[in-house]
């Protein structure tokens, strides 16, 4: 499409106008106030793997917007299905009835969750997902008059949302502290599986010893991610999640996996508990449900959890949001499933996967600041040294520069939109949608090329 000079000045007009808009008006997530007021950007426009801020600057949408846009941006059809639904009915709540898009997409979910997980509770978001786990958990042991169990136990720098149950399940330091008088206090966290070993599975061990060290008969729930986002793509070694369901199944206590960020694709099947080979008594799930079309959370329980809360004394679970089981955001969630199975997306997942960790050890050995790369399908965390050579870890000061800006500058100037991760470790998080194709993943390796070697420059700078 040609512009002329009146289209282009509107735009430039409509640009300027979001940009102020956001400074003076919009609160940022996570961001510190400094960088919202001089180095707020706009994105309004996407296609593909691709985004666009409004000075037409191109970015690579290496995490998925969030680990969540898998089926990339611009899915008309997706955005066809939304209004219909909206024509047909915007919304009824699921209190006491159902929708047709809150029926199909439970259905769906209930087909592709792995053995007996069958009932699906949908809300908005991750976190919400987890309260709602934690919240069914306590349900569930009521109901079978075990009134003592209400403690959590999770992993170390895991991270399971920003509501305050959430928060509390989460390992991050720097989220809680803030906040710690205000946190739950049943929840202990264990060491996770970073440097874990098969034969030995410590991790899994340190879980049994905190059920043991508490009293099984307190505990409720034991929450992980199957493969953990912080301290960098921590893929469990061999064996870890059937130890995690035996030692779990030994003393009454769930089995949860977060699977808010691994499931629907992320590894190259609909739930990754299945890639880990183990049916948990509960998934929590977002993101990639809707690829992010639309807001939408859930947890999937199994039947036999959900038949003891219905016929206890109590008889409900007691839980619940407006916005739960919305028709848009369900009706958007088959759309996208239906496209995820039509079009091969897992597949091509599992297809790929091996070139694209190829790329990634490729710039290892060729940059010297990585010193590890982790993950799995199309999740990954490189870990940054000052020097892998030398063995010479960052200084703090080092460290400091490149995660308080430094890194995500070099990101922004190469036009791939990665994180830049300090839980436990400098490190740089790819997670690019999951239609990437080998076009794409080339991409990727090239701008990441320059990032690194922007960041080795800028430590010999800063030495
Ligand atoms: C494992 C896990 N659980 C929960 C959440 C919270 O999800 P949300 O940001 O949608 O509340 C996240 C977010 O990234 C996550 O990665």
Known sequence: MTMVRGDINEAGQAATKAHE?????????????AAWRNNLG???????????DTDNNEYLDGLAGLFCTNMGHGRADFAAIAAEQMEQLAFYPTWGWANPPA????????????GDLSEVFFVNSGSEAVESALKFARNYHLSRGDSARHKVISREWSYHGTTL??????GVPKFKEPFAPMLWEGTRHVRNTFGDTADELASAKAIEDMILAEGPETVMAVFAEPVQNGRGGLVPPEGYWPELRRICDKYGVLLVADEVICAFGRFGHWFASERFGVVPDIITFAKGVTSAYQPLGGMIARQGL???IWESPAGAYMHGSTFGGHPVATAVAVANMKA????????HVLDNEAGFRARLDGLMTTSPVVSDVRGLGYFYAMELVADSETGTELSD?????????VLNQFCRDA????RPDDRGATMLVVSPPLVADSDVLDDIAGRLAIILDNTKEWIARNN
């Open 21 to 33: 808009q956001a400074r003076d008006h919009l609160m940022p997530h996570f961001t510190k106030g």
């Open 42 to 52: 706009v994105i309004n426009r996407a296609h593909g793997c691709y985004v666009y």
């Open 103 to 114: 029926a199909e997409a439970a259905a769906m979910i209930a087909d592709f969750a792995p």
């Open 165 to 170: 149950g959430g928060l509390s399940v989460t």
């Open 306 to 308: 959900v038949e003891s």
């Open 340 to 347: 995820m199975r039509d079009e091969g997306v897992l597949q």
């Open 397 to 405: 000061t080092q460290r400091a520069g490149l995660q308080g800006g």
């Open 415 to 418: 036009g791939l939109l990665i």
